[in-house]
């Protein structure tokens, strides 16, 4: 009988400790933001940097905006889940970057009390 408890702690432990990992898009290379320059950069350096961003906005007459995210979720049984996320948004006025913002965030796994 102990050894069927044992066995199924270590069975419950082994399934909730394997949550897969999930990611959402890409993560962005901070180092490839000195390859842009605001005023001379266009469309096709950024997609060449970045890829294909996730969403296009129209701002309005001449102006878009390509948003790129990223999210990693690991999550663990015995912690908060770890998480990364990163929002980069590129503006465009007749196809050259006015300006770009890279916000990053991140939660590093704590034990739960």
Same mark, same amino acid.
Request: contains cysteine.
């Given at each position: ?15 909730? *400790?394997?949550?897969? @990992?999930?990611? !959402?898009?890409?993560? #962005?290379? =901070? ?37 790129? *995210?990223?999210?990693? @979720?690991?999550? !663990?049984?015995?912690? #908060?889940? =770890? ?31």
């Amino acid at each position: 009988m102990k050894w069927i408890s044992l066995i199924t702690v270590v069975m419950v432990a082994f399934v909730f *400790g394997c949550a897969p @990992t999930v990611i !959402e898009g890409r993560k #962005i290379d =901070s180092a490839k933001l000195s390859q842009m320059s605001i005023g001379q950069t266009n469309k096709a350096k950024v997609e060449e940097l970045f890829g294909k961003p996730a969403k296009v906005e129209s701002v309005s007459a001449g102006v878009e905006k390509y948003i790129y *995210g990223y999210r990693k @979720t690991d999550p !663990e049984w015995y912690t #908060i889940e =770890s998480t990364q996320k990163q929002d980069f948004e590129v503006w465009f006025q007749d196809g050259i970057v006015q300006y770009y913002k890279l916000r990053s965030e991140g939660q590093a796994a704590v034990l739960k009390e």
